[in-house]
């Protein structure tokens, strides 16, 4: 099992990852969009049960580490750049049912894949940022997001994206903060330095997945970590 994670999270994050993995890929890119999330994985990788889809500008020397590890990937249509639109087309979400994208904000690769599944429509352009996805049970910083949960009868809970550090911002949001690989959710940090931590906490043993915290420092949105093989 290999890891993807933003070249700039805390070292020791990436050192504890690396406990669990086989290799973890630092990722970075330069000059394709803005500073604070140019590290992040979820800007130019789209994944699902099934795909695994890059920007077609990702930065060469991560395609040859997925081409070098035999990782099956396909490329979507449209680059990541500077403005809004062309930053979230990879920042999307999907479970087995569910999609969720700002509408006509996804690149058409990934409308195409999940184009079987129910489409939520939700304000919020960044989705992966802002969200994650435990079964058909959902944690997001975004309280427009909770609307949109809560209209469809979807389990949810609302982690408040104060103190989750991020670069160049005043916060980052609960997704950029994790990743999930089989019974496991891994944080960037420690989620009981926040104040919503305890009940993340008994959010996610409910649902009998086990919390691995990667540090003891608050929280880091580093753009999600992605678990590929």
Same mark, same amino acid.
């Given at each position: 099992?290999?890891? !993807?994670?933003?070249?700039?999270?805390? #070292?020791?994050?990436?050192?504890?990852?690396?406990? +669990?993995?086989?290799?973890?890929?630092?990722f970075?890119?330069?000059?394709?969009? +803005? #500073?604070?999330?140019?590290g992040?994985?979820?800007?130019f990788?789209?994944?699902?049960e #099934?795909?695994?889809?890059?920007?077609p500008?990702?930065?060469?020397?991560?395609? @040859?580490f997925? =081409?070098?590890?035999?990782? $099956?990937? @396909? =490329?979507?249509?449209?680059?990541?750049?500077k403005?809004? *639109?062309?930053? $979230?087309? +990879?920042?999307?979400?999907s =479970?087995?049912h +569910?999609f969720?994208?700002?509408?006509?904000?996804? /690149?058409?690769?990934?409308?195409?894949?999940?184009?079987?599944?129910?489409?939520l429509? !939700?304000?919020?352009? &960044?989705?992966?940022?802002?969200?994650?996805?435990v079964e058909?049970?959902f $944690?997001t910083?975004?309280?427009?997001?909770?609307k949109?949960? *809560?209209? #469809?009868k979807?389990?949810y809970?609302?982690?408040?994206p @104060?103190?989750?550090n991020?670069i160049?911002h005043?916060?980052? &949001?609960?997704g950029? =903060?994790?990743g999930?690989y089989?019974?496991?959710?891994f944080?960037?940090?420690?989620?009981?330095?926040?104040?919503?931590?305890? $009940?993340?906490?008994?959010?996610?043993?409910?649902?009998n997945?086990?919390i691995i915290?990667?540090?003891?420092d608050?929280?880091? /949105?580093?753009?999600s970590?992605?678990?590929?093989?």
């Amino acid at each position: 099992m290999l890891a !993807i994670i933003d070249k700039r999270a805390p #070292n020791a994050v990436k050192k504890n990852l690396s406990l +669990y993995i086989d290799e973890v890929f630092e990722f970075e890119s330069d000059a394709i969009t +803005y #500073n604070s999330i140019a590290g992040h994985p979820d800007i130019f990788m789209y994944q699902d049960e #099934n795909n695994l889809v890059l920007a077609p500008n990702t930065p060469i020397q991560l395609t @040859s580490f997925l =081409t070098e590890n035999k990782v $099956v990937f @396909s =490329t979507g249509k449209n680059p990541v750049g500077k403005s809004l *639109k062309e930053c $979230v087309l +990879y920042n999307c979400i999907s =479970t087995n049912h +569910y999609f969720f994208c700002k509408k006509d904000h996804a /690149d058409v690769s990934i409308q195409n894949l999940n184009s079987t599944k129910i489409q939520l429509n !939700i304000p919020q352009a &960044f989705a992966r940022c802002n969200m994650f996805a435990v079964e058909n049970s959902f $944690v997001t910083s975004d309280k427009g997001i909770v609307k949109v949960l *809560k209209n #469809n009868k979807l389990g949810y809970l609302y982690f408040d994206p @104060s103190e989750i550090n991020i670069i160049d911002h005043k916060n980052g &949001f609960i997704g950029g =903060t994790m990743g999930v690989y089989n019974d496991k959710v891994f944080f960037m940090g420690n989620i009981l330095k926040h104040a919503d931590g305890k $009940v993340l906490e008994k959010f996610i043993t409910n649902l009998n997945m086990e919390i691995i915290c990667l540090g003891n420092d608050f929280l880091y /949105d580093g753009g999600s970590i992605f678990f590929v093989k």
